[in-house]
Every structure is written in structure tokens, then in C-alpha cells.
């Protein structure tokens, strides 16, 4: 078993709706927590970044720590075309601790 | 413009022969990492270094080498031994914290 399990997709959505996307992992002792998104045959960048339990929100991204479930969420509301894309989750024990990539969910988002 | 830079975008390879990826970065970040990503396989880790003049083996180095003489820079090297190298390959670099950053990325293509 994987330590972090990501569906792949592809999650195809109408525009406008609001998308949840989802990581679980095994290693109760992850602390920090990431979602990224990558473009295409881009590299990825840095979306959301929380520590411990708790939401933290930036504009149409919402970001969900459920550190009793093992469980983590990225809520986009109002999605547009453009967030099409593939977005990665990324955890890690420590601040000076390798991160633990989840395969990524590809996210399209239908005009 | 602080950034990640890769080179080059798009690299082809013949059987037997290595080749240089190169990574550079202005950010002044002390820590530098190689990934590569496979269709629907996440990142995975190939090598890390968080000091000049050191790096570390991650979970996929077999036929892979790295050098890190400067602090900006840390360039690949996908050797013949390695057999199945088409892939794209992510430099990233952090703070010595566990936020990466990653550049445009390379993809390798064997001929």
C-alpha cells in the first residue's frame, strides 16, 4: 500500500461547479501538508500549503486537513476552464523531512 | 526574476549514451532535488542534495548521477545504464524546508 493514494482521474466537471479533490495517507505522523497543481508539460506550483488539522482558504481554493481521518481535501469553487489541470498532494513529518507525492488527480474543467 | 531554470526543454538520447540534464537556481535555496514523473506515477525521487559538495541517494538513483559544486546548480546525469529513461524530469529547490519549488522541467526522450 501506498503511503499517500491520490485517484488519477480524470475528474471532468461543468464550469463553475465546485470540485473536491482528495489524498489519503498511513503515516500519522505527516504535519505538513501541499497541493499543487501542474499545467501540462509544466513544472508544478505551490497552491496550498497547511500544517496540522484545519482549513485554510486563498480566494476559490479551499484546503482540508483531517488529521483523525488521514484524510485531506482541495475544494475549488467556481471552477473555470482554466483550472484544468493535474493536482498533486504532497506531505511530509517534518519541515526538514522528504515530502511524499500522491500519483495526482487530473482535474478538466468543461466551458 | 528569481526562478528555477532547466535545459534543455526537450532532450533525445541514444542507446548507450548519457546525458546532462542541467538545473540552475537564483533563489539562494540551500536544498536542490531531482524528480522524475511517469504517466499517472507522481513524482518520484532521484537525488537530493542539501549542501554544496553532498547529496543523497532518494527511492529510483539506479543509473542516475548528480554533482553539486555550486550552490545554484545541480545537474543530472541519465547514465546507459539506465534502461527505460523516457520520462520528464523536475528540478526543484526549497529553503531547507519542506516548500519546493520547481522548474519547467525536461523531457527525456530515448531513441
Known amino acids: 500500500q501506498k503511503e499517500v493514494e491520490q485517484d488519477p482521474g480524470p475528474l471532468s466537471v461543468p464550469e463553475g461547479a465546485i470540485v473536491s479533490l482528495n489524498c489519503t495517507y498511513s503515516?500519522?505522523?505527516?504535519?505538513?501538508f501541499m497541493w499543487y497543481r501542474q499545467y501540462s508539460r509544466k513544472g508544478p506550483e505551490l497552491l496550498m500549503y497547511?500544517?496540522s488539522s484545519g482549513n485554510k482558504e486563498d480566494g476559490r481554493f479551499t484546503a482540508q486537513v483531517d488529521k483523525s481521518s488521514k484524510y485531506i481535501s482541495l475544494f475549488i469553487r467556481d471552477s473555470q476552464p482554466s483550472d484544468s489541470a493535474t493536482y498533486l498532494c504532497?506531505?511530509?513529518?517534518?519541515?526538514?523531512?522528504?515530502?511524499?507525492w500522491g500519483a495526482g488527480t487530473k482535474l478538466i474543467i468543461k466551458p | 526574476d528569481g526562478g528555477i531554470t532547466q535545459s534543455p526543454k526537450y532532450l533525445f538520447r541514444k542507446e548507450g549514451q548519457n546525458v546532462t540534464l542541467s538545473c540552475e537556481q537564483n533563489?539562494?535555496?540551500?536544498?536542490m532535488y531531482w524528480y522524475r514523473q511517469d504517466p499517472g506515477q507522481g513524482l518520484r525521487l532521484i537525488y537530493y542534495?542539501?549542501?554544496?559538495?553532498?547529496?543523497q541517494k532518494g527511492d529510483i538513483a539506479e543509473g542516475y548521477s548528480v554533482s553539486r559544486e555550486k550552490k545554484e546548480s545541480f545537474p543530472l546525469t541519465v547514465t546507459s545504464a539506465q534502461k527505460n529513461p523516457t520520462a520528464f524530469y523536475l528540478c526543484?529547490?526549497?529553503?531547507?524546508?519542506?516548500?519546493?519549488?520547481f522548474g519547467p522541467g525536461t523531457r527525456l526522450t530515448v531513441l
Open positions: 504532497a506531505m511530509s513529518a517534518g519541515s526538514n523531512y522528504q515530502l511524499i
Open positions: 526543484a529547490s526549497s529553503a531547507m524546508t519542506n516548500t519546493q519549488y
Open positions: 533563489l539562494n535555496h540551500d536544498a
Open positions: 503515516n500519522s505522523a505527516f504535519q505538513y
Open positions: 542534495s542539501q549542501i554544496v559538495n553532498d547529496f
Open positions: 497547511t500544517y
